[in-house]
């Protein structure tokens, strides 16, 4: 009975297809090739996973395996403090006022001797007003006898000048060459003529020369009958023709040589006159000449120039506006000027100061030193006056005083009243900055401190090299502060309360490298 399967239906009772169906999984199970690389895989992953941990392992401690660098290191000195609150005073110290930046020097430019000195100590001048002459009477002819040879130059270009423009002329109208050529050709022609003419003279002297000898000869044939006179006459007469004949004769040998000479003038001018050789060489002649004269004019002019420079010179001004400090010089005295063989003072007439610009050298003691930063306060008292002046620090000197243990401080008067004078003695009071605390109140204050000897140069900044957490070298820009004591310097920004230096060690470090800190007394480099 069916049950309504198609499948069923169709297949016959009594037939077992459980016998068609194949086990892949066992005949996979079955293969011999499939076994030994199941085989080979249990064996070799265990292998592979444990290569990759040790690998990994090596790997996140290679640091543990490199050479590291024995160094000593020492932690950062730490100065605790308390900040004054604003206005308070630190310390007093004594100074004396000076012209700020420094006095300035009325300096003779050239040598001489003065003739009268027209200010007085204290006086008050204005720049460029007149403070002292010199002799100027050799300055003064020195300027004339330069005057007169630049007029002579000027003369002398002009006269270059006239040369150059006539040279021109004859070179763009060549009216000589051509007058020459015109003579040339007209001599010429006068030869022509004269030689077209001479065979006309030749047979008129010819008859005349027969004529006279055919007379001589019939009166000498009857001398006898004439008289002796008329014979001479004749014989005269015949001599004249033959001379004239003769003569004749000649020129036309002249006129044949003449003609040929004339030929090759009128030739030689007409190239002349194409080339013009001497007319362009006359041209730059006078240009070389016209550029001299200008040459030797103009060194003329700087001579004046330089002349009524040193008559300027004279007279001695005041360089700024201000008062006359010192005056050095007095009627008579002798000024080397400029000469580099002088003395240091040797030209100086006088020193001046501008009175609303005045600082005050202050000397300060060296336990004090640390406490003057730039653009501190001052409170400046001094005798000559009531009130208190104010001021502000600008810079110290680069050296301290030996014999008073103490360091020079400039400080700017702000300002400053007329009454002040250089060389007052004052008394100056450092003011402490402003404090931490908004409120004014004093506030602690914690500097980090460093050895002088641990800091390098590079590039115009200060480096230190430091410790990290990590044990590694790190070279550290820093800013630094005021000098505290011999040994030991402020650190403004660079380095942190738990920084540690290296102070030992230091020669074969680089940047990053690996430290392994060493106790610090075993080293001895601070």
């Avoid at 460029?128 to 003369?155: E, F, M, N, S, W």
């Avoid at 009524?308 to 050095?328: C, D, F, H, K």
């Amino acid at each position: 009975m069916s049950n309504g399967n198609p499948s069923e239906s169709s297949v016959p009772s009594g037939l077992n297809l459980q016998g068609l169906v194949r086990n892949r999984d066992a005949a996979i199970a079955s293969s011999p090739r499939t076994r030994s690389l199941g085989r080979l895989l249990r064996g070799a992953l265990p292998l592979w996973i444990i290569g990759g941990f040790v690998s990994l392992l090596v790997w996140t401690t290679r640091e543990g395996w490199l050479p590291a660098h024995d160094v000593t290191v020492v932690p950062v000195v730490i100065a605790a403090a308390q900040e004054q609150a604003s206005g308070t005073p630190l310390f007093q110290t004594a100074g004396w006022i000076e012209p700020s930046p420094s006095a300035v020097k009325a300096t003779a430019l050239t040598d001489g001797v003065v003739s009268e000195v027209l200010v007085v100590a204290g006086q008050a001048v204005t720049a460029g007003q007149p403070i002292a002459k010199l002799i100027d009477t050799d300055a003064q002819l020195a300027l004339r006898r330069a005057i007169a040879v630049r007029d002579l130059r000027h003369a002398e270009l002009d006269q270059a000048e006239a040369t150059a423009a006539a040279a021109a002329q004859r070179l763009k109208y060549p009216v000589h060459l051509q007058a020459q050529v015109a003579q040339g050709e007209a001599a010429l022609a006068r030869s022509e003529i004269e030689a077209a003419k001479l065979p006309y003279l030749l047979q008129t002297a010819e008859a005349e020369r027969s004529f006279a000898e055919k007379l001589l000869s019939n009166r000498e044939a009857a001398k006898e009958s004439l008289a002796g006179r008329l014979v001479d006459e004749a014989r005269n007469q015949r001599d004249a023709a033959l001379a004239a004949w003769e003569e004749l004769e000649q020129r036309q040998t002249r006129l044949v040589a003449e003609q040929s000479a004339l030929r090759d003038q009128v030739a030689a001018v007409k190239q002349q006159l194409a080339l013009c050789v001497s007319e362009h060489q006359a041209v730059a002649e006078s240009n070389a000449a016209v550029a001299a004269a200008r040459a030797r004019l103009t060194e003329a002019e700087v001579d004046v120039e330089h002349a009524q420079l040193v008559v300027e010179r004279m007279t001695i001004r005041a360089p700024i506006s201000g008062r006359i400090l010192e005056r050095l010089v007095e009627p008579g005295s002798s000024l080397m000027g400029i000469d580099k063989g002088g003395g240091h003072e040797s030209s100086t007439i006088a020193t001046l100061y501008d009175p609303a610009s005045l600082q005050v050298r202050a000397d300060v003691r060296l336990e004090d030193f640390s406490k003057v930063v730039p653009d501190q306060e001052i409170r400046i008292e001094t005798a000559s006056l009531p009130g208190k002046l104010r001021g502000r620090v600008l810079l110290s000197t680069s050296t301290a005083n030996i014999q008073k243990n103490t360091v020079e401080v400039k400080v700017a008067i702000i300002d400053p009243p007329d009454v002040l004078r250089p060389e007052m003695l004052v008394t100056a009071t450092f003011l402490a900055l402003e404090a931490n605390d908004s409120q004014g109140q004093v506030a602690p204050v914690t500097r980090v401190l460093i050895p002088r000897a641990l800091l390098t140069e590079s590039e115009g900044q200060s480096q230190v090299w430091v410790m990290t957490p990590e044990q590694r070298a790190e070279k550290r820009s820093v800013k630094l502060g005021q000098p505290q004591g011999e040994n030991l310097i402020q650190v403004v920004t660079g380095l942190t309360l738990t920084d540690k230096l290296i102070v030992a060690g230091r020669e074969s470090l680089s940047q990053g490298a690996r430290v392994r800190p060493r106790p610090a007394d075993s080293h001895s480099e601070l």
